[in-house]
């Protein structure tokens, strides 16, 4: 089977370009020491984490579904294991103290709760305890939803309500506040953490017991971007390995599956209106895409333009009943029919992990493009996909 002859709406996963990105991570995990985490919240297909495990050092994860996920599929020796949540249930704390080795708490408060359950096994080396600062430095004024430094943020600890010294037991600091961004916020955000938590980094020639050993520099780095600053990132990483002899960790999740897949669709209906023509697509921006609404933006389809700059205009939206469901306007060399197929591009990334059915809507079949041009279905999906969740 090839990419033109798959049932649709379906995605398409493209592992060339999977390893592609991968090489380039593993590139910087090489060439710094950096250690690189794949973060599931972006990407889950799990079917593709023994590839990612051939180059990565491990996953983290938001919670335990995804730790367990992690657990199950992502082997390996030495393959590691994350979780930071903003809150753990009592029994989730007990199993994660089981399959996970470094969990990160997001308050003192969850810290203390679950202390009797995770110090337990931090004794016994399983488990590397960190917490999650927030450093109250916001690099980007795009996406307020995606900027846990904004106003009023519940995410990390500010510098104010740290305690003098780092808490019994406690290994790492961990910040994550970017998104979508290249390597110069990330430095200006270390050296403002640098500066203000300083006192949580080991010194030298001192007594450095009650210090970080591992520091996590969260997501939101578009290290696979074309324009994306390596060399930066590879310097910063050695900088802090070299002047604190610490761990250093990276979780992108975008960065691993950037332009690593598509959504292939077929225009089922055309409508004309007072405005333009609309194509009535077997996809859906709110099932399917949701991020083009949330975030919003505007995805890239194959073969087409902005608005108006090509000869054939339209407006692309789904067979859902929401009138807002509305995914952009696009232009053609040619005129579009209907049975034709259309291809949105960057597709892997914050799209089957969000997919819902609302509408009744169909989730898109998954399927990967294999390095030899072969296309092979990962999972089909049907009716009961939609009722068992009702
Ligand atoms: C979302 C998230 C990530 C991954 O972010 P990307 O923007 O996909 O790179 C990493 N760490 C944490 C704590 C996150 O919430």
Redesign the pocket.
Known sequence: MTITDIKTPAYVIDEKKLRQNLEILQRVQKESGAKILL?Q??YSIYQTYPLISQYLTGA?A?GLYEAKLAHEEMKGENTENHV?EPAFGDEEMVELCEICDHIVFNSINQLEHHRPVWEKAASEGKVSVGLRINPEFSTQDTHEIYDPCAKGSRLGICLRDMPQELPQGVEGL?F?T???QGFEPLETTFLKVEQEFGRFFPEPMKDNSNKIKWINL????HITREDYNIEGLINLVKYIRQTYGIEVYL?????IALDAGYLVTTVMDIVKTEMMPVLILDTSAACHMPDVLEMPYRPPLRDSEEAGELPFTYRLSSRTCLAGDIIGDYSFDHEIQIGDRLVFEDMA??SMVKNNTFNGMALPDINILHENGDVEVLRRFGYEDFKIRL
């Open positions: 973060a919240k972006a983290t938001s930071y961990h994550h970017l998104c979508e969260g997501g939101g780095h979780e992108p999740g975008e960065a990334i914050y």
